[in-house]
């Protein structure tokens, strides 16, 4: 089955001339039979800062607008999973609000305050800092695309592996409004609202809103309690204001909140305890056998997932002259969650955690954009950041350890803050030297500081040590240390590109991207905190590509090859102790392990067949490999060496990912508007984490949906219905992996089977 999907899309791509599957017009421009509905629409991309056409710039970029989303049936950020090559865009594992992406086999699924993500995830051009509320639900959303490669010359903050920009809808060019309610499977109930327009001929304005409902998909077979649920409420406001034709400014305030129960996983190594008198106890078997989504937690009802997101932005443009346009983008944003993860996913209490952050972000760029009207066009700017985050973290273990069967209460406290200033200054030149040649080429300096003072305290009840034997090194022990360090790079781009005909173009490029270094925070130890910085990621990439359509504008697509050198890749990894001891470590510490090489090929495409059927598909084909991983646990004379652990895969980076997609309209006779498409999207084997434990990986498997849409004769109406996961296939999307503590390993899985119906009013 999985070949033949595969063959499909092949035969499709290598017959196609196009890029990017994004048809960015809205849901209530649903047509067939026209000649303008014969032909695929030109997409307009910012992913140069500036507007321009999909096929006119040298970078690698997928486009989607409201109704392709409508059509991927995508109401979060992580329902683009399948849709983009070399993508892999899921919910963090125990987190109901984190986002783990990676991009080219590149990206950061720690959600610890202490790492940086390896893709940058933009809203209206602000970044969001943390994949901590990264989440994000689309209810307003007018365009997302999706860069693949370093951002290390335009981009606000630097990034290694890509960068995600959702640009949400402008009261004064999407006027008018809709209201949409959506039941389905699961106890799924959504309502999501959307007005705007002018208030005046110089001032609009518009609201958006979402209440996004699920019982989750995984419960406790004996009392019912529902896990991996959602109850989130969510509002953005706009205010608009041009007062003449060289002046914009648009004021954004938007919240987010969302209340969620425990996200969870299942265990799938065997639990173990560490009995002092008795040695090590198993308290789990391993999984066995398909997942039947049950799960139990040592946590109340009362312990769940809280976050409030919240943030202002205030954009501008001034056109200076015809030839120069300045911009100022400003936002503020906070981030607030309490959040209780059960680590190892089981009634025990082994790796139980409260994880509280406040986040404040405060972040400034300005651009001077030129354009000569003809041959040459430049970006210059400067760009700031200012992130403080304090956060309290507490661990409950009290079956991890035993004496004579008796458990050993455990505790520690965590009390860490955090503060980053980015500052840059970049510029980028885009210059037709020739008629069908460009040259272009871009440079950005970073200045990453940071500043880290973490204190941890372990509390051990120890009333169930007999004799005063305790091997611990010492009891109640508190841990302090502060840290203050910079980082600077230099981040070139240039790229070359020729237009063979008006519809076809071919480019080279190379990129460089750079992740600052840090402070690892799970430093629990005086020789943990010696070693506690870990230094900058680094990756040059090089590409080349093709970009086209065909002269009636029903067939488009691209196709192209990139080489990645990734260097000094951050990697947490799970100190193993002494088997021979019964004293731990709880070390987790962050090595620059790595060298990597990558290599890859991406096709995209889609064509118009007959007067009102769509086919699209792309392809990904990946090969990340180590050029080196020093770990020392590899080394069978380590204290701590484990055969288990291994370094063959690098995770998240499946070898071949490929989606087709059909869509078919029908003409009913009274005027209205039926369609009716469903797609297939194929994903190989993935590891899904970084020591490469086998029952944390995921086997090859192809997921199938359909929908059906009806459109009334003047698109007032329009009524959806759709299954995802048409198959009910099971399979693993995140894993956790804390081998050093009771033997986690903890798998989370993608949603099952589900309907859904949504009726929408447009006025």
Avoid: C
């Avoid at 890029?19 to 030109?42: I, T």
């Avoid at 995984?218 to 406001?237: F, K, L, P, Q, V």
């Amino acid at each position: 089955m999985n070949r033949t999907h595969l063959s499909v899309a092949i035969g499709l791509l290598l017959g196609m001339a196009a890029s990017a599957p994004a048809q960015a017009q809205q849901s209530g421009e649903r047509q067939a039979g026209s000649d303008e509905a014969q032909r695929l629409d030109n997409v307009v991309v910012t992913a140069r800062r500036r507007e321009e056409s999909i096929f006119d710039v040298p970078v690698a970029v997928s486009a989607f607008g409201e109704s392709d989303l409508i059509e991927k049936q995508a109401s979060a950020i992580d329902g683009l999973q399948g849709s983009v090559p070399n993508l892999n865009i899921v919910q963090g594992r125990g987190s109901a609000n984190s986002v783990n992406v990676f991009i080219r086999g590149i990206g950061q699924p720690d959600a610890l305050q202490t790492f940086d993500p390896g893709v940058g995830m933009y809203v209206d051009d602000i970044y969001y800092s943390r994949i901590n509320g990264a989440l994000i639900s689309m209810f307003d959303v007018q365009q997302v695309e999706v860069l693949r490669g370093p951002q290390g010359t335009l981009y606000g903050k630097n990034s290694t592996g890509g960068a995600i920009k959702i640009t949400t809808k402008n009261p004064f060019d999407d006027e008018g409004g809709s209201i949409e309610g959506t039941i389905g499977q699961f106890g799924r109930a959504e309502g999501r609202l959307y007005a705007g327009g002018q208030l005046s001929d110089t001032l609009a304005a518009s609201v958006a809103g979402a209440w996004l409902t699920n019982d989750g998909f995984i419960s406790d077979a004996a009392s019912g309690r529902r896990y991996n649920d959602d109850d989130t409420r969510a509002i953005r406001a706009k205010l608009a204001y041009r007062p003449s034709d060289a002046f914009r400014a648009t004021l954004t305030i938007d919240h987010t909140k969302q209340d969620a129960s425990l996200a969870m996983g299942r265990p799938m190594a065997p639990l173990r305890q560490t009995d002092l008198a008795l040695g090590v106890v198993q308290l789990k078997p391993a999984a066995s056998g398909g997942f039947d989504y049950f799960a139990r937690t040592s946590f109340g009802p009362d312990k769940g997932q809280d976050m409030k997101h919240q943030g202002l932005t205030l954009g501008m443009e001034w056109d200076l002259s015809d030839r120069w346009l300045f911009k100022s983008i400003t936002g503020h944003r906070r981030l607030d969650t309490n959040s209780y993860i059960d680590i190892d996913a089981s009634e025990f209490e082994l790796g139980d955690v409260l994880v509280a952050l406040d986040q404040k972000q405060t972040s400034q760029e300005f651009q001077w954009q030129f354009d000569n009207g003809s041959n040459l066009q430049s970006t210059f700017g400067v760009f700031y950041m200012k992130e403080n985050v304090p956060s309290h973290q507490e661990a409950y273990a009290d079956d991890l350890f035993a004496n004579a069967g008796v458990p050993v209460g455990f505790l520690r406290t965590i009390d860490d803050d955090l503060t980053t200033k980015s500052t840059a200054a970049f510029a980028h030149v885009n210059w037709e030297f020739a008629p069908t040649w460009k040259l272009a080429a871009g440079l950005r300096y970073t200045r990453d500081e940071k500043d880290y003072a973490r204190s941890t305290s372990t509390f051990w009840e120890s009333d169930s040590l007999f004799l005063g034997f305790i091997p611990f090194p010492a009891l109640n022990e508190t841990v302090a240390f502060e840290g203050k360090q910079s980082w600077t790079a230099l981040t070139p781009s240039i790229s070359l590109q020729k237009n063979f005909t008006d519809r076809v173009m071919g480019y080279v490029s190379a990129n460089r991207g750079f992740k600052s270094g840090g402070f690892n925070g799970r430093a629990n130890s005086a020789l943990e905190v010696a070693n506690a910085v870990f230094d900058p990621e680094f990756v040059w990439t090089y590409e080349m590509g093709v970009k086209g359509s065909s002269s009636d504008g029903r067939f488009r697509g691209g196709a192209l090859a990139f080489i990645s050198n990734y260097e000094d890749f951050q990697a947490r990894v799970s100190e193993i102790h002494n088997p021979n001891s019964t004293s731990p470590t709880f070390s987790f510490p962050v090595l620059n392990a790595a060298e990597l090489d990558i290599k890859g090929i991406e096709l995209e495409g889609a064509a118009m067949l007959g007067e009102a059927t769509t086919l699209s598909a792309q392809i990904g084909w990946l090969d990340a490999d180590y050029k080196k991983f020093d770990d020392p646990r590899l080394d069978a004379s380590y204290p701590g060496f484990d055969p288990n652990v291994s370094h063959d895969h690098v995770p998240f980076s499946p070898e071949m990912t490929a989606r087709v997609a059909l869509n078919q309209g029908f003409s009913l006779g009274n005027g209205s508007m039926l369609s009716v498409g469903g797609d297939a999207s194929y994903r190989a084997k993935t590891w899904l984490s970084v020591d490469n434990r086998d029952v944390l990986s995921q086997d090859a498997y192809t997921l199938f949906g359909l929908y059906s849409i009806w459109d009334s004769p003047d698109y007032t109406w329009q009524v959806r219905a759709g299954v995802r996961n048409l198959t009910d296939k099971e399979y693993k999307v995140e894993g956790q992996e804390f081998a050093s503590v009771g033997n986690i390993q903890t798998a989370y899985y993608g949603w099952r089977r589900n309907w859904y119906v949504s009726v929408r009013y447009n006025f």
